[in-house]
């Protein structure tokens, strides 16, 4: 963990409103595990004050400018043009100078080697879905239900193909693979592999009625929350959500960046609607 | 005094109520955990003081979320002072702050005012513990929920029984949200703070105009950040001239000339608050700066900085 002054390497729309930016990232291909995240500084100047939070979406190396140098290592990530600070992002440059504090949470627990992995992804969700396909192919058969709203919340599918990832894809109007919510395709799924582990990161609404799916079905479940956070270090306690067994009298909140963001459903509250986190809380 | 000669190593070190700092800059409660959080990023050595967490007697569970909002060039949050308690805080949080050499300031509060007197003395013969920052900015819930730091009369109580259950050096923290801070100081000082510290975040508010709620759980929250930092300046000022007692100034700060500027003005030191969550590193970067500006203005003691305002 750690902070670093890097640069953009490059930063491209793959699907209208989506941007992959790739990070020059020293020392992320060691120390990062799926499910983790960054805390980015879009820009040494104010405005935005606060970092962004983002899942990383995939690591690598590079090779050096020249031969006498050593690989260069990068994080990608994968962001949704959604308020003021990736309004910002989506205009930077290679070159660009931005800060990354991370990497951050606890990942994905990836479970036992060779039960049936089922991976949920709602639009931007299938961020951090990616590192964990990678790691668990190679001795799970792994499954992606990727769902969105329109054909161009649909994004990256091929890359999980590629990994030998089998895939299923879902939009709510149709406008690509089946029509409805990815939500019942996994019931189908679960209707044949009830003894799969499930990993999920979507929209709120989309995480609770997975989560529904897989009490009744009695299956493992573990989700990636998004929460409003100032510092991603545990030290400002903005992010909390509301850890199993919470009653407003007993209150047991978490820290989404130091407990999560990944959690296994049992720790969490899924009684009250309130868990859901309000997103985007900006003031515009 | 400003001299010609070149100056290798300007001093920094300050004095507050006894306690010798090695600079003037410290973290403000609730923006740096309990040190340990910060502590993979920041050598705390480096640091003045470390000032931690809010404690109050019992553990508090804060309140609902969302708990905080960005606002330009600030953010608003209603954590709701949540903290593992006292006791938890002694067994659990003070030995890895007792690793280190540098002095241990606990922020705490109460909800009445035997709750602050309790808190104070359990923290009275603890070793690591250099000072005690009593933090005002609470509801009295024996008095209508009326803050204490916006009731002279139940400040002055509330701080002359604190004062008698500790031996610690004692800073009183103000909150801004008063019509007159001179009273509140005056008020402190009396009741016999060793020092105080001011601003706490100033009461603000937002709204999701396309939900019409408020950004907040708790609907109001207090507001930090640079936005801040020309009323807090305006305050310490004030407040510099109606005290004897040292002043830390807080508000705002994320650079040296940020701090420059509360230090001039009559602050014997400052706390950075939500600099620390843009930029991990920001209190050691302004303990740079600071050194810097003393040396190319040819400073060799920062206390000759303190209170040089010219007017
Ligand atoms: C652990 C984690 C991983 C994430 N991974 C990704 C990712 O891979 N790709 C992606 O596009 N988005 C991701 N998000 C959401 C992303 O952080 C927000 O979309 C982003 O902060 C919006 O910033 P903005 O300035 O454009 O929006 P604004 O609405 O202007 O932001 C204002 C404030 O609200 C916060 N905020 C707004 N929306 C969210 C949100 N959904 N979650 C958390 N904070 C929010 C911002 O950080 C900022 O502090 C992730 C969030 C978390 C907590
Ligand atoms: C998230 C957060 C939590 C805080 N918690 C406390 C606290 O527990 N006790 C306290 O006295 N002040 C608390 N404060 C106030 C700060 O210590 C400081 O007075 C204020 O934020 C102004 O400084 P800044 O603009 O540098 O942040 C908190 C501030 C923030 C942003
Ligand atoms: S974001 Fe600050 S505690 Fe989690």
């Known amino acids: 963990m750690n902070n670093i002054k890097t640069i953009v390497l490059s930063n491209q729309e793959i699907s209208p409103g989506y941007f992959r930016m790739k990070i020059l990232a020293p020392g992320y291909n060691k120390l990062a595990s799926p499910g983790q995240f960054v805390m980015f500084r879009v820009q040494r100047s104010l405005p935005p004050l606060l970092r962004r939070p983002f899942g990383i979406f995939r690591m690598g190396f590079m090779p050096a400018d020249c031969d006498n140098m050593p690989p260069k290592e990068f994080i990608e990530l994968i962001y949704k043009v959604v308020g003021s600070g990736t309004e910002i992002m989506q205009g930077l440059h290679q070159g660009d100078p931005v800060e990354l504090l991370g990497p951050l949470g606890q990942g994905f627990d990836l479970g036992e080697p060779d039960e049936e992995k089922i991976l949920v992804g709602g639009g931007i969700g299938l961020v951090p879905l990616y590192m964990l396909a990678e790691k668990m192919v190679d001795n799970s058969n792994v499954s992606l239900l990727m769902g969105g709203r329109t054909r161009d919340d649909i994004i990256t599918v091929t890359e999980f193909e590629r990994l030998g990832v089998g895939t299923y894809v879902s939009t709510e109007d149709g406008s690509l693979g089946e029509e409805g919510l990815v939500t019942r395709v996994l019931e189908r799924k679960l209707e044949k592999s009830p003894h799969a582990t499930v990993f999920a990161c979507g929209p709120m609404p989309m995480i609770a009625a997975v989560q529904k799916i897989c009490l009744q079905y009695d299956t493992p479940l573990q989700v990636s929350l998004e929460a409003l956070m100032a510092c991603g270090v545990g030290a400002c306690l903005g992010c909390v959500v509301k850890g199993a067994g919470h009653t407003d009298v007993d209150p047991h909140y978490l820290c989404t960046c130091t407990r999560g963001p990944v959690f296994k459903a049992e720790e969490l509250d899924w009684d009250k609607d309130e868990m859901t986190v309000r997103t985007s809380g900006g003031c515009r | ?311």
């Open chain 2, 1 to 311: 005094m400003m001299s010609d000669d070149k100056i290798i190593q300007p001093s920094l070190a300050v004095e507050i109520a006894g306690l010798k700092l090695k600079n003037p800059v410290m973290p403000a409660s609730g923006t740096f955990g309990y040190g340990e959080e910060y502590s993979r990023y920041l050598d705390l050595n480096q640091l003045g003081a470390v000032v931690t967490k809010g404690m109050s007697l019992h553990p508090k569970a804060g309140n609902n979320v969302p708990r905080i909002c960005e606002t330009v060039s600030g953010m608003l949050n209603a954590i709701g002072l949540q903290n593992v308690g006292v006791d938890a805080f002694l067994e659990e949080k003070m030995p890895f702050l007792q690793r280190y050499d540098c002095p241990v300031i606990v922020n705490f509060f109460g909800n009445t005012q035997d709750e602050y007197g309790e808190v104070a003395a359990r923290l009275d013969d603890v070793p690591g513990v250099a000072a005690l920052e009593m933090n005002i900015s609470c509801p009295n819930v024996k008095h209508g929920g009326i803050i204490f730091g916006t009731d002279p009369k139940a400040a002055f109580a509330a701080i002359s029984l604190v004062r008698k259950r500790t031996s610690k050096p004692l800073i009183v923290k103000l909150t801004p949200n008063v019509t007159d801070i001179q009273v509140t100081a005056r008020a402190a000082e009396d009741a016999g703070a060793d020092a105080l510290s001011l601003i706490n975040t100033l009461t603000g508010m937002a709204v999701d105009v396309k939900t019409r709620k408020p950004r907040l759980a708790n609907v109001i929250g207090g507001l930090s950040g640079p936005a801040i930092r020309p009323i807090a300046v305006r305050l310490v000022h004030q407040v510099v001239q109606a005290v004897q007692i040292p002043v830390i100034g807080i508000g705002g700060i994320s650079r040296a000339m940020d701090a420059l500027e509360f230090l001039i003005v009559g602050a014997k030191a400052v706390q950075v608050g939500t600099a620390n969550f843009v930029d991990p590193n920001a209190m050691a970067t302004i303990i740079r700066g600071l050194e810097e500006f003393c040396r190319d203005e040819g400073v060799a003691d920062i206390n000759d900085l303190i209170g040089s305002l010219e007017l």
